[in-house]
């Protein structure tokens, strides 16, 4: 009889300390899982260029109509900005934003001008885009933080 109660007291601790090792084991696990994305600080730089396709210039040159930005969420849009080459200049971005875009339209006149959007960061050329022709021309480009 003595044998069959400790059997019963050895069965009761062995499952205590299955279910205590379990719950210990989900805890931790759950606890790494949050420690995983770690997001860093960037150097982002937009930048349009307009390249005449000609030797010489026509008498009116080709122009910027609308460059729009967006970092995540934040939206801006610059109408008609003047000269051949537009840029953002410098700033930080964290990559938890995780999405950058550029697009940019321009009237071309010259059948072989270029329109050239870039996206830089770390000093280093990520996304580019180039568009030829002559007329309304639109570009587009995009990256992303996330690794998919």
């Known amino acids: ?18 279910v205590l090792f379990s719950t210990i084991s989900v ?8 420690d995983d994305e770690e997001f860093t600080d960037h150097i982002v730089q937009f930048e349009a260029k307009i390249v005449h396709g000609g030797t010489t210039a026509p008498p009116p040159i080709s122009y910027f109509k609308t460059v729009v930005t967006q970092v ?15 840029s953002s200049g410098e700033f930080f971005v ?22 050239i959007i870039s996206i830089w960061i770390d000093g280093e050329i990520a996304e580019t885009d180039t568009v030829v022709g002559q007329g309304t021309k639109s570009a587009t480009i995009a990256h992303s933080f996330l690794e998919l």
């Open 72 to 86: 995540g969420t934040n939206q801006q849009n610059t109408f008609n900005p003047t000269g051949l080459v537009w």
């Open 27 to 34: 805890v931790n696990s759950c606890k790494d899982d949050d």
């Open 1 to 18: 009889m003595k044998q069959f109660y400790n059997l019963k007291s050895l069965l009761r601790l062995s499952f205590l300390f299955i």
């Open 94 to 115: 964290n990559s938890s934003q995780s999405q950058l875009n550029l697009g940019a339209n321009a009237e071309l006149l010259n059948t072989n001008s270029k329109l």
